[in-house]
């Protein structure tokens, strides 16, 4: 069964970076589209981004756009979530999930594989 660790998260002020990671233990991710979630207190659950299967394809959060960039590592069993000039709005735990599908999907109950999440707090 596939596993996610999602990793990376932090503090950092109001414009700085942060990369998050997930990765998959033992297998590739090349069976998986993969998505990047979040969820604020209060707030339901949001799709940030996700790459396609292979990595051929990518979808982002109108919000997010021009700031966050998902990738994967050519070994492919680690997808990045690289967020630069970051805001308070983007405070949240994030989490990783994967679909045995081609396509992405920003609908959470699609996936079938999710990390545990990590704090993204942006703060000064």
């Known amino acids: 069964q596939l596993q996610l660790v999602e990793s990376g998260g932090g503090l950092v002020q109001p414009g700085g970076s942060l990369r998050l990671s997930c990765a998959a233990s033992?297998?590739?991710?090349?069976?998986?589209?993969i998505g990047w979630f979040r969820q604020a207190p209060g707030k339901e659950r949001e799709g940030v981004s996700c790459?396609?299967?292979?990595?051929?394809?990518?979808m982002y959060l109108d919000s997010v756009k021009g700031r966050f960039t998902i990738s994967k590592d050519n070994a492919k069993t680690t997808v990045y979530l690289q967020m630069n000039s970051l805001k308070p709005e983007d405070t949240a735990v994030y989490y990783c999930?994967?679909?045995?599908?081609?396509?992405?999907?920003?609908?959470?109950?699609?996936?079938?594989?999710w990390g545990q999440g990590t704090q993204v707090t942006v703060s000064s």
């Open positions: 999930a994967a679909r045995q599908s081609y396509a992405c999907s920003n609908e959470g109950r699609s996936y079938d594989y």
């Open positions: 033992g297998v590739t991710l090349d069976s998986y589209a």
């Open positions: 790459i396609t299967r292979f990595g051929l394809g990518t």
